[in-house]
């Protein structure tokens, strides 16, 4: 298994389908190791979730889409959130993803919670975004929150074939 390199990285995002596309900004996006993911939305949980043996038990919680400013900001208390990205990730039968928070967010006492990009992997994903400062934090429309690295299996896998293909798009 490797780790693609920000030149694979742009190579694959010129197939069809291309690894990721709705990117804002490709050259500020693509990094060294990874690909910074942009927010799209921000919702509130609004119920509990249950996740049960069977698929079948499975409950998400409701949401409630929270709306920017006019200068596009959102005030967020410190509380958990479901964030939707802007880009549609494609990966191949070959390539996998891990989601990590920008350092800045870490700084600013904030976490993204996210779970593994399978290969084969289609949409437009969400994750958990953890406002774990007391004061709070304010985040603007389309900032970079989440960094993709992707890695190249060593042989190709059936893909993935769950709930969450093609979510989002």
Not at 71 to 92: Q, R, S
Not at 108 to 121: H, K, R
Not at 144 to 169: A, D, K, P, W
């Amino acid at each position: 298994m490797s780790v693609l390199s920000s030149k694979d990285i742009r190579k694959l995002c010129k197939n069809n389908p291309p690894l990721v596309e709705g990117w804002l900004n490709l050259d500020e996006q693509v990094q060294a190791n990874g690909f910074d993911l942009t927010l799209r939305d921000v919702a509130e949980l609004k119920s509990s979730g249950t996740i049960a043996q069977a698929n079948s038990g499975r409950v998400l919680p409701d949401l409630a889409p929270l709306a920017f400013n006019s200068d596009g900001f959102l005030d967020l208390a410190a509380g958990i959130y479901m964030v939707t990205y802007n880009e549609i990730v494609h990966l191949p039968k070959n390539v996998m993803a891990l989601g990590r928070p920008r350092s800045s967010l870490l700084r600013c006492g904030v976490n993204v919670g996210t779970a593994v990009w399978d290969a084969g992997y289609e949409g437009r994903s969400q994750s958990l975004l953890m406002v774990q400062n007391p004061r709070g934090f304010r985040v603007q429309q389309n900032a970079r929150i989440t960094q993709l690295v992707f890695m190249e299996l060593t042989g190709e896998s059936e893909g993935y074939n769950g709930v969450y293909q093609r979510e989002n798009i």
